[in-house]
């Protein structure tokens, strides 16, 4: 199996740690110039959707798992468990509700995704940067509202995010993954 050392993580990755698939969610270095640098990283485990924090030395080597990386498209959730249809197989592959974790806010039905599978089994879904949602809950809307003042909006997905004062019911607005705000309106051409 390869390894890595700690200055060659990046998010997104896949380590192998104490046997269990972990993805690195986020990684900062910690240390000055009279002690040795850190590296400080946010992992999810990818059975059980459970974050933890973890640090190590510069010269630790960690296991990289060697994951394919597949599309999938979503397709619907009963009771805790999320199915997705192989895009090539058209097979159809289950996460539980722990393995997407919050990131069900911002799954659509029929919608592509990228997996990654691990000896053959999914066991992970990245999301894009943003993606497209439509408000179904928001104040009415007040014409010529600045960009910086901002009212609360419930999306289709049940997110709740803070919006201009400009938006109204039934518009579309992409949403930044990562910090889970808004980052504009989508224009309605495709």
């Known amino acids: 199996m390869q390894t890595v050392l700690p200055s060659e993580f990046k998010k997104g990755m896949v380590l192998m740690l104490d046997g269990a698939p972990h993805v690195i969610e986020d990684l900062h270095i910690v240390g000055t110039a009279q002690t040795k640098h850190k ?10 959707g459970r974050f933890l924090e973890r640090t190590f030395t510069d010269i630790e080597r960690v296991p990289v798992a060697e994951v394919q990386h597949r ?7 009963q009771g805790d468990q999320y199915v997705f249809l192989d895009s090539e197989t058209f097979e159809e592959l289950v996460l539980t509700a722990d393995q997407v974790g919050d990131r069900k806010v911002f799954l659509k039905e ?20 943003q993606v497209t ?9 007040i014409r ?24 109204d019911k039934g518009e579309r607005v992409r949403v930044d993954t990562a910090t889970r705000k808004y980052a504009g309106k989508e224009s309605d051409k495709k």
């Open 71 to 77: 599309t999938v498209q979503y397709s619907y959730q």
């Open 39 to 48: 590296m400080h990283a946010r992992l999810r485990h990818l059975r059980t």
């Open 144 to 167: 010529g509202g600045s960009d910086s003042t901002w009212k609360p909006a419930v999306l289709e997905t049940g997110l709740e995010i803070m919006v201009p004062l400009f938006l």
């Open 133 to 141: 949602l439509t408000i179904t809950e928001t104040a009415p809307p």
């Open 110 to 129: 029929n919608e592509e995704y990228r997996a990654l599978f691990l000896d053959g089994k999914l066991v992970d879904i990245v999301l894009p940067p």
